[in-house]
T-cell receptor, first 114, second 116 residues
Framework: DTEVTQTPKHLVMGMTNKKSLKCEQH?????MYWYKQKAKKPPELMFV???????INESVPSRFSPECPNSSLLNLHLHALQPEDSALYLC?????????????FGDGTRLSIL | AQTVTQSQPEMSVQEAETVTLSCTYD???????LFWYKQPPSRQMILVIR??????QNATENRFSVNFQKAAKSFSLKISDSQLGDTAMYFC?????????????FGAGTRLTVKP
């Protein structure tokens, strides 16, 4: 079973739609991450939240808007996306103050932009 | 910036045999961590094994072991007694822990196919 839960598993949306991806973990982790993964490529870091504060934004376009309402939840709000934004979006969590702690990943949301 | 290189885009191995996946990295840091993740077609990223740079002893997890050569900046993964369920994409990852997050960077990946 996945300890990091992502919803929805699949999402198809038009370029003018607004949608949100959700991620939830109950492992007590205080760092949460969004990654974008294109087919046959490694995950690319988008955002990092640590103690509910945005600590890394890897120059992601403003049509992606992250939100961390509390330590267990992470959202990614989507608006006016482009076809090239179609990808697998992975959420992960970890303990930020323990160096050897790995990131735990969810199953991802497969996003398709029409 | 740290870079991670996996020079083998694809590999295959017969069931029950041993295979080694290569990974090199470039960093000026002395304290860091290395990981191997697998991503089967089900798409979840699963931790296989981890290694702390300050430890000389190579990490082992059941059929999985690493050969960590710090001076050469090499971190290869050996899979013994390969099983069909080992078929997946394998990513090597470098992590330098910062004060308030663990920034992890992945290599390009190696697609491993275990043949019956």
């Amino acid at each position: 079973d996945t300890e990091v839960t992502q919803t929805p598993k699949h999402l198809v949306m038009g370029m003018t739609n607004k949608k949100s991806l959700k991620c939830e973990q109950h492992m007590g982790h205080r760092a949460m991450y969004w990654y974008k993964q294109k087919a046959k490529k490694p995950p690319e870091l988008m955002f990092v939240y640590s103690y509910e504060k945005l600590s890394i934004n890897e120059s992601v376009p403003s049509r992606f808007s992250p939100e961390c309402p509390n330590s267990s939840l992470l959202n990614l709000h989507l608006h006016a996306l482009q076809p090239e934004d179609s990808a697998l979006y992975l959420c992960a969590s970890s303990q930020p103050d323990r160096g050897n702690q790995p990131q735990h990943f969810g199953d991802g949301t497969r996003l398709s932009i029409l | 910036a740290q870079t991670v290189t996996q020079s083998q885009p694809e590999m295959s191995v017969q069931e029950a045999e041993t295979v080694t996946l290569s990974c090199t990295y470039d960093t000026s840091e002395n304290n860091y961590y290395l990981f191997w993740y697998k991503q089967p077609p089900s798409r979840q990223m699963i931790l296989v094994i981890r290694q702390e740079a300050y430890k000389q002893q190579n990490a082992t997890e059941n059929r999985f072991s690493v050969n960590f050569q710090k001076a050469a900046k090499s971190f290869s993964l050996k899979i013994s007694d390969s099983q069909l369920g080992d078929t997946a994409m394998y990513f090597c990852a470098f992590m330098k822990p910062y004060y308030n997050n663990n920034d992890m960077r992945f290599g390009a990946g190696t697609r491993l196919t275990v043949k019956p």
